[in-house]
């Protein structure tokens, strides 16, 4: 079992920067791939990025790709999403997400994931 809890969403205008951070609790963070998620009213849950065990290997959507950063740091249990030159679109509830897997792989479809954070609200005006 792990919990997740995320921080660090806001209201920021167009053009701004924003980094998430996802603090994982409960077993070896090491062992799991992670990623995150955003859900928008009347939308549903899309990947935003992925991130392997080591964090050697990563994935991004591609309405992301070039703006957004997936890192972590396992030891301190956390996982970061730099967001830069947001945009409205990007506005949404964003959720970490993390998944026991035995190889060095990253995982970017929402139904491989066993664990879920509550989620943080980022907002982005025009």
């Known amino acids: 079992q792990v919990q997740l809890e995320e921080s660090g969403g806001g209201l920021v205008q167009a053009g701004a920067s924003l980094r998430l951070s996802c603090v994982a609790s409960?077993?070896?963070?090491?062992?799991?791939?992670m990623g995150w998620f955003r859900q928008a009213p009347g939308k549903e849950r899309e990947f935003v990025a992925a991130?392997?065990?080591?964090?050697?290997?990563?994935y991004y959507a591609t309405s992301v790709k070039g703006r957004f950063t997936i890192s972590r740091d396992n030891a301190k249990n956390t996982v970061y999403l730099q967001m830069n030159s947001l945009k409205p679109e990007d506005t949404a509830v964003y959720y970490c997400?993390?998944?026991?897997?035995?190889?060095?792989?990253?995982?970017?479809?929402?139904?491989?994931?066993?664990?879920w954070g509550q989620g943080t609200q980022v907002t982005v005006s025009s």
């Open positions: 991130i392997s065990r080591s964090g050697g290997s990563t």
């Open positions: 409960g077993r070896i963070f090491s062992s799991y791939a």
């Open positions: 997400a993390a998944e026991a897997v035995l190889y060095n792989v990253v995982v970017f479809r929402p139904s491989e994931y066993d664990y």
